[in-house]
């Protein structure tokens, strides 16, 4: 009898394994974002000291913990405050916008830079590896 319930709750513990592995491995965001530029951080630095838009779509607790000076914070999840004419009120469609959220893990800047895309922004980056590599390449926060 001992053995049957090692050999159940080793059965569980490899499921429940399998199943995190596969939730996590979902919520991966993509390499590339079409009609996007990929940027890796020492790109998106030279483009944020050269002017262009910081846009933040992280939730409001992440956003107050840390984030790229003079960036433009609209919390995605939030439709009142993420929306076309929030965006256009804060960037103008022909200016150089750079999407970025939580690094791999985090959707939102890739979805971001579809919205922007498709909304008409001619010069959308997506900075996938966002804030944590921001953050370990030694640049500045607030």
């Known amino acids: ?9 080793a059965g569980l ?13 979902a919520a991966t965001s993509p390499e590339t974002v079409a009609g996007a530029t990929t940027v890796d951080t ?4 030279a483009l944020w000291q050269d002017g262009a838009a910081m846009l933040d779509t ?16 609209l ?11 929030a965006v256009a009120a804060e960037i103008d ?3 150089a916008v750079i999407s970025y959220c939580n690094g791999h893990s985090c959707l939102r800047s890739a ?7 498709k909304w008409g922004y001619t010069k ?19």
């Open 1 to 9: 009898m001992r053995t049957s319930y090692k050999t159940l709750f």
């Open 13 to 25: 513990m490899v499921s429940g394994f399998m199943a995190l592995s596969s939730g996590a491995m």
């Open 42 to 45: 020492e790109k998106a630095k």
């Open 58 to 73: 992280r939730k409001d607790s992440d956003w107050e913990a840390a984030h790229i000076p003079e960036a433009i914070h």
């Open 75 to 85: 919390d995605r999840k939030n439709p009142a405050k993420y929306n076309e004419a």
């Open 93 to 95: 469609k022909d200016e």
């Open 111 to 117: 979805k971001t830079a579809a919205d922007l895309v």
């Open 124 to 142: 959308v980056y997506y900075y996938r590896d966002g804030l944590p590599a921001w953050m370990s390449a030694g640049n500045s926060i607030e």
